[in-house]
């Protein structure tokens, strides 16, 4: 049902906790479900030098979470901006269809700190949604 690589995240996460002294965090969540993501980034000179997550959720979640923040350590705002939830679903060598919302939700993860991060460094710039997010009702309504 899982791939090993999910498994191993899940097992073993990369990069769980909280940074103190971030500069960037977001929080997203899935009513539906119940998971819920929080991502810490210290953001320096436009390059993303430390990231952890804390999740509350299915192995999926804790996987799609741990490798999100693989995926953007190190890289700059714009190439972290550039993550999909399918590069996360190709990274863990796939998701069973029931778990692919996990991977939204880390893509969605990411996009909130980056946004809190120009909020707070006062960067008029605003993350557009793509509407696409098969729980996010605000399209729907």
Known sequence: MYSEK???????????????DANAVGTVGNAKCGDIMKI?????NDIITD?????FGCGAAVATSSMATELVKGKTVDEALQL??????????????????????????IKAA???????????????CSGDCAHCHAHHE
């Open 84 to 109: 999909t939830n399918k590069a996360v679903v190709e990274a863990l060598e796939g998701l069973p269809p029931a778990k692919l919302h996990c991977s939204v939700l880390a893509e969605e993860a």
């Open 40 to 44: 810490y980034m210290k953001i320096e």
């Open 114 to 128: 980056i946004q809190d991060y120009y909020d707070k460094s006062g960067i008029e710039k605003k993350i557009e």
């Open 51 to 55: 990231v952890k997550f804390k999740t």
């Open 6 to 20: 999910v498994m191993d995240h899940f097992s073993n996460p990369r990069n769980v906790g909280e940074i103190a």
